[in-house]
Each structure stands twice: as C-alpha cells, then as structure tokens.
C-alpha cells in the first residue's frame, strides 16, 4: 500500500490529483454531448481557440482561467454566428477560428522570452503546479456545469436526439444549443490546467467514446464515462509520478488504454 | 364569432423558405376527430405544411388557429411523427426512454416521471405492439417497429391533433394495419389525425376527408368528392393518365431507403 500513499505525502500531488479526478469526470460528462452530437472537432478547435485568451491574461498578468474563459465563450458564440441558418457550414467555421485563434495565440506567447516553457504548460498542462486557489476556482465551475447538466438533462437530451420534437414542445432550441456550447468552452477552460489545450479534446472525446461501447442509455453512458475520466486520472498521475512522465499525457494514454479495452470486449462479445 | 365546431381552421397561409413560397394562400377547416388524408404530387407541400402546422416553420401570412386559438396558445396539443431520415438512429435511448421524451411538455422539464407518465408510456406502447421491446435500444428495432415508437410517443403526448408524415411509406403490413387502427382510435377518442400519403387507396377507403394540395389548395372535402377526374388532373398534371373506362395515376413515389439503415443496423 505504501506506493499508493507515497505520493500523497507532497501536497502538490493532493492538488494535482483532485483537480484531475474533478476534471476527468466533468469532461467525460461533458463529452458525452461531444460524441453524441458529432462535436469532437469542435471541442478540439474550442481548446486551442482559448490560446490567446491566456497569453493576453498571461501577459498582463490576469488570471489565466479568466482570460480563457473570456476568449472560449467569445469563440462559442462566434462559431454560433457563423453558423445561423447555414450561413458557413460548422466545421468550416471551427476551421477557421481554431486556425486564427492558435496563430494569435502562439503570436502573443512568442513576444515573452520565457517562451518555450509557457507554451509547453498551456499547452499541455502543469498538474503540479495547481494552486489552493485554484483548485476552489475548478471546482466551483465544475460543480456549476454538472449543476446545469443535471437540472437540463431532459432538454439536451431531447435537442440532441430529436431536435423536431424539442420544436414542437415549444423548447427555445437555439438557446439550448448555445448554452451547451458555452458550457463546452467552459469545460474546456476548467481542463486547461491539468490537461493543456492539446490533451483537453482527448479527454473531453476518449473516456465518453469508450462508455457508448459499454452502455445503451444516456444517464449510464454519462456514469460510465465519469468512471472512467475519473480512473484515467488517478492511474495517469500514478504512472506520471513513478515513471516520470508528462502527466497530461498519462492520463490521456491510460484513458486511450480503457478505450482500446473497451473497443475490444465489444468486438468479442459481438462474435 | 365563434370557434367551437373547428378544432384546426388554416385562414389564407403561405409558407415557404427565403423568398421561395412552396404553399399558395391556403385555407381549410377540420372538424375536431377527422381522419384527414392529405394526397398530392412530390414537393407539393405536404412536409412544409405540417412544419407550419407544429410552428416549425414561420408562416409567411394568414392564421392558424386550433381550438379558435393561435398556434402556440396550446404548448402539446400537436403531435408529429417525423419522417423517418429525420432521428439519429444511433443514439443511446431504449424505446421506453423515446416515448417517455413524448411525456416531458405535460410533466415539465425538471420533474420526474409520475406513475401516470410511466403508465401513459406503457399503455401507449402496448397500444402500437410493441411493449416487449421497451428496453431495446431505439436503433435494434426494424424500420416499421421504429415508426411505431414514434407513433407510441405521439399517442403519450395526449395530442389533439396528430400529424404523421408518410407513416404509411416503406413500412411492414403490420406497421401499416397497426397505424390504421390507431387512426380509427383516435377518432373514437375526438383526436384529429391528419396523415400524408401517397396510398391513394388508402386515402380514399380509411380516411374522412381528403386534403388534396399542389402549392396551393386542389379539393378539400370527402374523398368521392375530391378523387374526380378534374382535381387529380390539376393536382397530377402529366402523370394522370385517363382511359376509357377509367383513370390511372402513374405514380412517382420515391420511398426512402429502407435498406440502408438496416444495413447500419446488423454493422454493429
């Protein structure tokens, strides 16, 4: 038992854990809208889009998650526009604002000289450096986004599998769309400290992935996924501490390794 | 003025999408409980105007009113069973879960189930046959038991009109006789049902009245009175063909793709 508790001892690894554990389980719920309703590319696209929100926030020595907050819920509702009544097609939108808002970003990092070393933490997260303060800020957001799943879940459920029918019930449908997206690009703000914005789509898309191979119900996909963002975590950080790895990267691989499990107990039992 | 003998009256609408108008200054009235067939040629309208009948779609000008109301007064009174290409087919619902998204206007969007939403739900599926398939996914289900959930979702939303888009396209017989006696159901219960199809028989052997559209009202009434020579001929144009003795219509119908989506099916 003692590996177990080991890494417990250093309070930078408590933080770490529990801002991870928070995170894996409100990506893997969020994600389950990610992969039900085809966004996976714009969940991707949202967490490089923030980019320039933090480097401005980092610049000016604002609170990143403020500043990448601002720039993901700007960039949600710009998609949003671009997109009414089919004006640009989605995907093409996302194109081009994850495009021009990595460029921007990348821009205003480089004009700092510690450089390198920024970049690599925004972009794939600095587990080990989350704060007390911190970790009230992730999991305050994170409690008000489940909140807001929890008490929407019939409306997201219905505009999601029959928006025709969230119509004819008088649901106001453009709203309920863009309040999921800004619940997304807040996911992704929340996830922008353990994961970065490169691991951020992985973890928003694998752990939910994987629970729509196990389940056939929408309450219980989300649970599963939950589960499993929450396991990839806690084996992730274990694996990062004791082999001295990146640990944004050790969650997504152990959450890739649960997928590659998952996917094949399917093809087994569908033999 | 009074409203009461109509539970649907259709004063003067025109509908369209952009500057296109697909329905031409259109009005009817339906007495509440009829059985109304609405026939004409591909594109003639039929989908466009039960987008408008749900407020789907907005009307251009004139006025519907249901219960001598305006559309939207009645929150559910309008059930609609889509065309089938219109549902992801994929997601993780079972059947019992997709007719109890036809309880949530009258429960509310943040209550639980009651017992009589879970009884509406059951008594709803057994009434379409398929009780036994409650908690199969939505997508294992065959194409004609599929309409039949939906059908199920639209008798547990206790509409007062029901509209279904080519229910009888593509599908099983037991489907077809399964929807038909729900139509004779519903009449009994005063629900008005109103049904596009391209089963001309149909629509003149099972229905009350006939609606027959091309972009703009053709004959409305009883279908003897409605299926003459001359109506069909402006409603068909070229492909009424008339012999001696009696008329043909070549038709034209375009069933969706049943194939495909069972193929899809049986990949998993």
Known sequence: MNWLLEPLAYEFMQHGLLASVIVGVLCAVMGTYVVLRGMAFLGDAMAHAILPGVAIAYIFKGDLLIGAGIAAVAVALIIGLFTKDGAVKEDTAIGILFAAALSLGVALISTTQTYTVDLSHILFGNVLGVSVSDLWLIGGLSFAILLTVALLFKPFLVISFDPVLAATLRLPVELLRNLMLVLLALTVVVSLQTAGVSLAAAMLVTPAATAYLLTRRLLPMMFVSALIGALSSVVGLYLSYYFNIVSGSAIVLTATAIFLLGFLWKRIKSV | ?268
């Not at chain 2, 596009?196 to 009434?221: C, E, K, P, Q, W």
Request: glycine letters at 8%; proline letters at 4%.
């Open chain 2, 1 to 268: 003025m009074t409203h009461t003998p109509h539970r649907l009256e259709v004063q003067n609408i025109s509908i369209g999408y952009g500057d296109k108008i697909i329905m031409h200054d259109l009005s009817f009235q339906v007495p509440h409980g009829s059985r109304v067939a609405v026939v004409g040629p591909n594109g003639a309208g039929k989908s466009t105007l039960f987008k408008a009948l749900v407020g789907l779609l907005p009307l251009k000008s004139g006025k519907i009113f249901i219960h001598g109301e305006a559309l939207g007064v009645h929150k559910d009174c309008v059930a609609y069973v889509p065309q089938r290409e219109e549902v992801d087919w994929h997601f993780p619902v079972t059947v019992n879960d997709v007719v109890m998204m036809g309880r949530f206007g009258q429960t509310g969007w943040l209550n639980r189930a009651s017992a009589y939403d879970r009884g509406m739900v059951h008594k709803s599926l057994e009434q379409m046959g398929i009780a036994d398939l409650a908690e199969h996914s939505i997508g294992q289900l065959s194409g004609g038991q599929q309409q039949r959930a939906f059908l199920a979702r639209a008798i547990a939303q206790e509409p007062h009109i029901l509209l279904m888009d080519e229910p009888f396209t593509g599908v099983d017989a037991t489907t077809q006789e399964t929807t038909l006696r729900l139509l004779d159901h519903l009449q009994e219960r005063e629900v008005t049902a109103i049904v596009s199809t391209h089963d001309l028989n149909l629509a003149a052997s099972r229905f009350d009245l006939v609606l027959l559209l091309n972009h703009r009202l053709i004959a409305f009434g009883k279908p003897q009175e409605v299926f003459v020579k001359e109506n069909l001929a402006q409603a068909f144009g070229n492909s009424l063909l008339v012999m001696e003795g009696g008329m043909m219509l070549v038709d034209e119908c375009c069933p969706p793709d049943e194939e495909h989506h069972h193929h899809h099916v049986e990949a998993e």
